[in-house]
């Protein structure tokens, strides 16, 4: 049993989806190959939320925030080691930046990255995740679609996703029907850590770690756009 099949047998994808990409065309504009699980994902799934948390990144998608061939993963590549040199003490990174390339990104603002080693042989790139491009790092062993299964299945638990994250059972949303909330592929992630650091100092209680409540993340919007 292929890791799709399994995924596709524990989260159940769209009946109807967007047209696959022209990953010739994809490849070219990145300058490298992807893994072909990947590519399988995005074909089989579309655009949408993995469990109402998890987004992965689409080639050519409408907003830049979660577009695999748009500014965001070079643009997060940059940041990692401004925001590690930036913390009072900075850690040690497990992977050179250079070496990860972003493909989703999390409601919490966590963000998943192909470790891309070897850079010719996609196949073999393992998943790396972390908080708002800070500390800690989780590194799972296998490829996305082996990495979705298993958080997914609840095989694997990530320390930075909510512990509630399996309360109810897996599902996948296609952007075009998410309507409780602006869709995910619309959204600029949010740093949690800003939000937790402004929450505890405006008087809310709010653990470390877990599923910012949305209407903590809605009062931290309010507060700063003004």
Known sequence: MTALTSLTGLCPPPAVVRPSPDWLRVEAALGKGLPQDYKELVTAYGPGRFSGFITL?????????????????A????????????????WRLPHSPEDLLAMGVTDNGDYLFWVTQPADTPDEWTVAVNEALGAPWFTYNGSLTEFLVSVLSGTTSVPMF?????????AFTPSALTSSAPAADARMPVSTRAIRDWANANGYDLPERGRVPIEITEAWKRANSR
Request: net charge negative.
């Open 75 to 90: 643009r997060l590549r940059g940041q990692i080691e401004e925001v590690r040199q930036a913390a009072r003490h900075p």
């Open 57 to 73: 990144y689409q080639p050519h998608a409408p907003s830049e925030w979660t577009d695999l061939t748009g500014p965001m993963p």
């Open 162 to 170: 909510p512990e509630d994250l399996l309360d109810h059972a897996p």
